[in-house]
T-cell receptor, first 114, second 112 residues
């Protein structure tokens, strides 16, 4: 069965510092992986996705993530945090064969300090 | 034009009442979902429909009944509301159960 683990329910960084949000997955087949962002009182918006092409994936707002099969990880990074990055971030996994089930991690609340 | 739209955005009601949430997508997708987000932001899938056919029904009480009149619409009816039903309900869609999910803005249900 698929599962997703996000280490750290809360992460605080200073403005301009590196952002690193961790995601590890468990899947019986090579999965599709996603990062979503949720701003207060809004729906989830896709940041980036891995669908078995390039292992380094670039997304919107300067975020990127690297798929590491050996570590079963898909960590999200951004070189320089901005105040507007403060939000809830979710990692998700699905099976490429289209099982119609997307499993979400428990989320990481990112706080950016001035 | 909103890709996935849900109505209403807010519902406040008393225990024991019945309520419905409607969802429509204009992306041409064939699969739609209902997710429940609790107060700790945990997202749990409830139902999924592909071309109007129910394909995922997680361990959701029978008081929750989804209905998909066509592949662009997925509604959720909840009978006999309980305090524990208070949450944000998100509708989402995708193409063929793969690729990315597109989410609506959510419907916040508060049961008093």
């Amino acid at each position: 069965a698929q599962s997703v683990t996000q280490l750290g329910s809360h992460v605080s960084v200073s403005e301009g510092a590196l952002v690193l949000l961790r995601c590890n997955y468990s899947s019986s087949v090579p999965p599709y992986l996603f990062w979503y962002v949720q701003y207060p009182n809004q729906g989830l918006q896709l940041l980036l996705k891995y669908t078995s092409a390039a292992t380094l994936v670039k997304g919107i707002n300067g975020f990127e993530a690297e798929f590491k099969k050996s570590e079963t990880s898909f960590h999200l990074t951004k070189p320089s945090a901005h105040m507007s990055d403060a939000a809830e971030y979710f990692c998700a996994v699905s099976e490429p064969s289209g099982t119609y089930k997307y499993i979400f991690g428990t989320g990481t609340r990112l706080k950016v300090l001035a | 034009d909103t890709a996935v739209s849900q109505t209403p955005k807010y519902l406040v009601t008393q225990m024991g009442n019945d309520k419905s949430i409607k969802c429509e997508q204009n992306l041409g997708h064939d699969t739609m979902y209902w997710y429940k987000q609790d107060s700790k932001k945990f997202l749990k899938i409830m139902f999924s429909y592909n071309n109007k056919e129910l394909i995922i029904n997680e361990t959701v009480p029978n008081r929750f009944s989804p209905k998909s009149p066509d592949k662009a619409h997925l509604n959720l009816h909840i009978n006999s509301l309980e305090l524990g039903d208070s949450a944000v309900y998100f509708c989402a869609s995708s193409q063929s159960g793969a690729g990315e999910l597109f989410f609506g803005e959510g419907s916040r249900l508060t049961v008093l």
